[in-house]
């Protein structure tokens, strides 16, 4: 391999990481790698022989990693709550006898809206699914039944124009 | 005529009060909306229980005595912004005094001497020791701390408090896109930090 062909994987494989950093992919996250095509075939058999690929990802991947932990890492529930305390009883006393500082101080974390709602998606979704699906077999019903209605007209239309003239089937069915 | 003043004085003493509690309610409310963020935010700068409440009452201080106490323009962006120094400043105390007490913890080991390099740091060799989390979180809040102010910020707006690249330009009056970049940077430079201190 030369020494050119080297440094140009090199840095298609910076492009990918910087993208992947500015994006905030998590590079252990297989799907997301995938997406970025650091799992290609080339991609894996240069970053095992070039050791300056391998440094750039361990230490991205470092920094990823511990920005995870300590993204995951809880604190005790009552923390808000006594963080709201403390705080208030800086304020002065009007402001810590109002009924809202009375409200803050046994407050407690509570998940966001969305977070709330995201246990319902998977059921809403698939409600959402079938109503459309009933919808749509409806409509497809109710225009075949258009269609079949027609076309049985024009086939006793034709059956009475042969056997009784064009005259009476035109006048029977302009009726 | 003095009777009259007094009884000025009197609605005067009572009328102030009521309009400064009217006026400082917002404070409450800015407490009741961002609070909880505000406190995951610091959780994850400080990783200390009681570092946080110092920081978040320092925070609705600085609020309540903002300019003549009257309500700043962008309020969210002045507590984040307020809760963001404040807390950097202490992760820079408590690394200075970790510092000092190694110092001292070292000069009073005269016998025990140490490889060059090696003075101030902790005893990290292992692989298994530099995966530990505590190592790995306490390292990366160290070189936060030392990150420029404005890769800093992006950095603890956008990962630890996990807002959008949209709402981190907004709160530090910059584009998303440059927000965007800043944090790349930032990345870039945590991580070549990191390595150097497990090649050290």
Same mark, same amino acid.
């Not at chain 2, 009073?108 to 530990?132: C, E, I, W, Y």
């Given at each position: ?11 298609? *494989? ?32 240069? =970053? ?6 391998? +440094? ?12 995870? *932990? ?17 705080? =208030? ?6 402001? +810590? ?20 709602? +995201? ?11 079938? *109503?459309? *699906? ?21 086939? =006793? ?19 | ?16 009060? @009521? ?79 970790? @510092? ?9 080991? /005269? ?11 902790? /005893? ?9 989390? @505590? ?12 990150? /420029? ?35 790349? @940077? ?15």
């Amino acid at each position: 391999m030369t020494s050119k062909n080297r440094n140009n994987k090199c840095k298609r *494989i910076r492009a990918w990481l910087l993208k992947a950093v500015g994006s905030a992919l998590r590079l252990a996250d297989a799907d997301e790698s995938s997406l970025l095509g650091l799992d290609a075939n080339w991609v894996q058999n240069h =970053i095992a022989s070039c050791p300056r690929c391998q +440094r750039r990802l361990a230490s991205v991947g470092k920094v990823n990693l511990a920005l995870s *932990i300590i993204k995951s890492q809880p604190h005790n529930l009552d923390l808000l709550m006594r963080a709201n305390a403390q705080a =208030i009883g800086v304020l002065k006393h009007s402001l +810590r006898e109002a009924p809202k500082a009375r409200k803050l101080k046994v407050a407690r974390p509570e998940p966001k809206l969305l977070e709330r709602w +995201r246990k319902y998606a998977h059921p809403a979704t698939n409600a959402a699914a079938c *109503i459309a *699906i009933l919808l749509l077999m409806k409509a497809g019903v109710f225009s075949s039944m258009d269609k079949f209605q027609t076309q049985g007209q024009e086939v =006793i239309k034709q059956y009475y124009a042969t056997r009784a003239g064009q005259d009476v089937a035109d006048e029977l069915f302009s009726a | 005529m003095a009777g009259k003043t007094v009884s000025c004085g009197l609605i005067w003493d009572f009328a102030v009060p @009521k309009s400064v509690d009217e006026s400082q309610r917002w404070v409450l409310a800015t407490m009741q909306r961002h609070g909880q963020e505000l406190v995951t935010m610091l959780w994850r700068i400080l990783g200390n229980e009681q570092d946080v409440c110092d920081a978040y009452q320092d925070t609705f201080l600085q609020l309540a005595h903002h300019q003549g106490r009257g309500k700043p323009e962008h309020i969210r962006a002045y507590i984040f912004r307020t809760a963001n120094n404040i807390a950097i400043s202490m992760l820079r105390r408590r690394a200075a005094e970790r @510092k000092l007490s190694r110092t001292i913890a070292n000069s009073r080991l /005269p016998g025990v001497r140490f490889a060059k390099g090696t003075q101030n740091r902790n /005893p990290v060799n292992s692989p298994a020791q530099q995966l530990d989390s @505590k190592y790995l979180q306490e390292t990366l809040r160290y070189h936060i701390a030392q990150l /420029p102010e404005h890769l800093r910020n992006v950095i603890t707006l956008r990962d630890l408090a996990e807002l959008s690249y949209a709402q981190v330009g907004r709160i530090l009056e910059i584009s998303a896109a440059t927000a965007r970049v800043y944090r790349c @940077k930032a990345i870039q430079l945590l991580a070549v930090w990191m390595s150097k201190e497990k090649e050290q």
